[in-house]
């Protein structure tokens, strides 16, 4: 029995077919990934966006989001070590914000504002009344990414700390 021509068509391009099955199989397994990696914070909010550093030894935790937007406020967290709050008044804590930091991020606002500044080298440092009865004493700093990349860091530290690294991918 003869083969019609049509099926001969079909037979010769089942090679191409395959590379085609194969080609949108990946699509549809890049597409889900994305979908699912987005649903879990890598574009923004979620678990995979938040993140939070600490240096041992530093007296200083740092949360903050690791996918950031150029140019897009985000909140950094400050909170200091329970172990260095005494009783008694306010107490004066300086935090300094490296210079890679401060090429990386435009800080917009501090809370609370800093009772005074002053420049250590090419760092930037605020002198901050903290009450002792606030547990744990926090601070909120507000700042947006002045450009978009993969490798956006700096380091934020107390003197005679050492330093806690800030990393974050910013998205355009």
């Known amino acids: 029995m003869d083969i019609p021509p049509p099926i001969r068509e079909i037979d010769a391009e089942a090679g191409v077919q395959r590379r085609i099955w194969l080609a949108s199989r990946i699509a549809w397994g890049a597409m889900a990934a994305a979908l699912l990696l987005g649903a879990a914070g890598l574009f923004g909010d979620g678990t995979l966006a938040e993140a939070e550093a600490s240096a041992p030894g530093?007296?200083?935790?740092?949360?903050?989001?690791?996918?950031?937007?150029?140019?897009?406020?985000?909140?950094?967290?400050?909170?200091?070590?329970?172990r260095e709050e005494g009783p008694g008044e306010e107490r004066e804590v300086v935090l300094c914000f490296d210079r890679p930091f401060l090429k990386e991020w435009r800080v917009s606002r501090l809370e609370p504002a800093p009772e005074r500044e002053e420049a250590r080298g090419e760092d930037?440092?605020?002198?901050?009344?903290?009450?002792?009865?606030?547990?744990?004493?926090?601070?909120?700093?507000?700042?947006?990414?002045r450009s978009s990349g993969?490798?956006?860091?700096?380091?934020?530290?107390?003197?005679?700390?050492?330093?806690?690294?800030?990393?974050?991918?910013?998205?355009?």
């Open 58 to 82: 530093a007296s200083l935790h740092l949360r903050y989001d690791r996918f950031q937007r150029a140019d897009a406020m985000n909140l950094f967290t400050l909170v200091l070590d329970k």
């Open 124 to 145: 930037w440092c605020g002198h901050f009344l903290i009450d002792p009865a606030v547990r744990p004493a926090a601070l909120r700093l507000w700042a947006a990414p």
């Open 150 to 172: 993969f490798a956006r860091g700096g380091a934020i530290y107390r003197p005679g700390h050492p330093p806690v690294p800030v990393g974050a991918v910013v998205w355009p």
